[in-house]
């Protein structure tokens, strides 16, 4: 077990962005390894797609919601606030309309994230990757 991080912000944008990225897209690839873009339906390989933020990264409350977070090309993540009209689309019909609301009203909290909370986050995304990995035959991004 590693020790406790000094810096959370240094610890939320080196260690749990990528981690959480990774589980995004590893969850939205298929056994080939590539992924749809949510938004655009474009086939990209998982490590060369985004994790686009519906609610944007800053907002700390949906920063790592699981249905915040989607396969995007970097075009699509990049072009007119990530497509966010079509984003809001994809949760709509895949989470249901509730999902919008509720979404919208974490992103509109500020309250720091727990720095023991993100070290249990990210020990959960790890076994998460593993697994995802495993069963779907593809090369693990971590150590
Ligand atoms: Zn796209």
Redesign the pocket.
């Known amino acids: 077990m590693a020790g406790r991080p000094k810096s959370k912000a240094s610890y939320i944008k080196n260690t749990v962005d990528p981690h959480f990225s990774w589980f995004i897209r590893l969850n939205g690839a298929n056994q080939n390894g590539m992924c749809r ?6 086939m ?1 390989h998982w490590t060369e797609i985004d994790a686009g933020h519906f609610h944007i990264r800053k907002n700390m409350g949906t920063r790592f919601h699981p249905c915040n977070v989607a396969p ?6 990049s072009w007119n606030e990530g ?1 966010s009209a079509l984003f809001a689309q994809y949760i709509k019909d895949k989470f249901g309309v509730e999902m919008l609301d509720e979404l919208a009203e974490l992103a509109k909290g500020n309250e720091p994230l727990d720095l023991d909370k993100l070290v249990v986050l990210v020990a959960e995304l790890k076994t998460k990757i593993r697994k995802l990995c495993k069963d779907k035959g593809l090369k693990c991004p971590l150590r």
Do not use: Y
Request: glycine content about 0%; hydrophobic content about 20%.
């Open positions: 873009c949510i938004t655009c339906n474009k990209v995007q090309c970097s075009w699509c993540n497509q």
